[in-house]
């Protein structure tokens, strides 16, 4: 059954659908999803769940966030980024998280790149919002409106592949452009909608 494109919870808010009746979905839709988190911390957290999360729904990742926090070290690039192939072994042990080991070891690996990205003075956060959409469209009014892959996206992806990246394909990197609010795909009728739509 296909869920609505607006859904009204049991609060009475009227919110994106995809959230179905999840209490923790909910939570992540009003607080987090499409807020700015402008940290490096943060932005290559964001990039490692979104990678994890390839292939699975958001809600499995949202709800071992903090298995995966504690697992990856608050995800502080500096640390996971001399995680080492023993770790990684007993990563592939933790059922906290998502024990992929080409997903593991792309996080450690990213992590790498984060570092010396930093070590030369540039910034994930600048690099990841250079490409924000410079103009938006009108707001989506039904799911099947809000695209899985943009050009935009698809340019991101290209560049941090370029970079050595891994786990980064336009789909996934179209999810953090919306999680991390370069795109505002509310739909019409949202109460986090700009303006109700």
């Given at each position: ?108 690996e990213n992590a ?63 999810a953090l452009m ?20």
């Open positions: 059954m296909a869920r609505p494109d607006i859904a009204i919870g049991a609060d009475g808010v009227a919110r994106c659908g995809w959230i179905g009746s999840d209490v923790e979905y909910a939570r992540y839709h009003d607080e987090e999803w499409g807020v700015p988190f402008k940290t490096e911390r943060d932005m290559f957290e964001k990039i490692c769940l979104e990678g994890f999360q390839a292939g699975l729904s958001w809600i499995t990742i949202l709800r071992r966030r903090e298995s995966f926090r504690h697992a990856f070290a608050n995800f502080d690039p500096h640390v996971v980024s001399r995680f080492d192939h023993a770790r990684v072994d007993e990563l592939m042990l933790n059922t906290g998280i998502i024990r992929n080991r080409a997903k593991i070891t792309a996080c450690i790498t790149l984060v570092v010396e990205m930093l070590r030369r003075g540039d910034s994930l956060v600048d690099l990841v919002w250079s490409f924000a959409p410079s103009a938006t469209g009108p707001r989506p009014t039904r799911l099947d409106d809000v695209p899985a892959v943009t050009p935009d996206s698809l340019e991101l992806s290209t560049e941090l592949r370029r970079r050595g990246f891994r786990f980064v394909g336009p789909t996934t990197m179209y919306q999680s991390e609010g370069l795109v505002d795909d509310h739909l019409v009728g949202c109460h986090r909608a700009v303006n109700g739509g």
